[in-house]
């Protein structure tokens, strides 16, 4: 071996040596915090709280409701309430068909829930998005599956909404659960600019 390739290899050496200490060196926060989100369920049952900015008539609303989220294949079953109780809507969502009800009124039905929330509500709620959102995934704007971390967390959506996934339930659990998602979306020529905040209620 020649006098000038033995210095490169020693110094190879001393790298790969480096590089093998500092992953012993790791602490196990460091490794599980980029752990990916927990599966996604087709069959999930959890509540939380929303609090949506919105615009009516030009003017800046504020709601905050809670809500409880059922959802099984083929079916989501959603319950918003003041935080004192009172019902605001109860909303069932089936594939081509949402059904809307709020107290004291008869039933009213759309083709998708966006239209029929923001008819009836005065602010739309992507029930389609929030399906996977609650979970940690959505469709990012290339088209492709995003499933979100405490390291990965934030994505634009395919169709517009700019989401962080702000706090987790345990940032060191193997599989992590979202707690709090923020999501925003500016104003189209079809809808107006909203901001939905989501905080999740631990899960067991």
């Known amino acids: 071996m020649s006098m000038t390739l033995r210095p490169r290899i020693q110094t190879l050496s001393t790298l790969a040596c480096a590089g093998l200490l500092l992953a012993a060196c790791a602490t196990p926060g460091s ?18 709280r929303l609090s949506v900015n919105y615009q009516k008539d030009g003017n800046p ?56 929330t923001r008819q009836t509500l005065g602010w739309s709620l992507p029930v389609a998005g929030l399906r996977d959102w609650v979970q940690g995934y959505a469709t990012d704007a290339s088209g492709a599956r995003f499933a979100a971390s405490p390291v990965r967390h934030s994505v634009t959506t395919d169709d517009g909404w700019r989401l962080r996934f702000v706090s987790w339930q345990d940032p060191d659990a193997a599989r992590p659960v979202p707690r709090r998602i923020d999501a925003e979306r500016s104003a189209t020529a079809s809808a107006d600019a909203l901001a939905i905040r989501i905080v999740l209620d631990p899960q067991p």
């Open 61 to 116: 609303e504020t709601i905050s409701v809670k809500f409880a989220w059922a959802q099984v294949p083929g079916r989501i079953d959603l319950d918003l309430a003041t935080p004192l109780g009172q019902t605001v809507a109860r909303i069932s969502v089936t594939p081509g068909s949402a059904t809307l009800t709020q107290a004291n009124q008869a039933p009213r039905a759309a083709a998708d829930i966006d239209s029929l």
């Open 31 to 48: 490794y599980t915090s980029q752990a990916k989100v927990a599966p996604y369920r087709e069959t999930i049952d959890l509540g939380g």
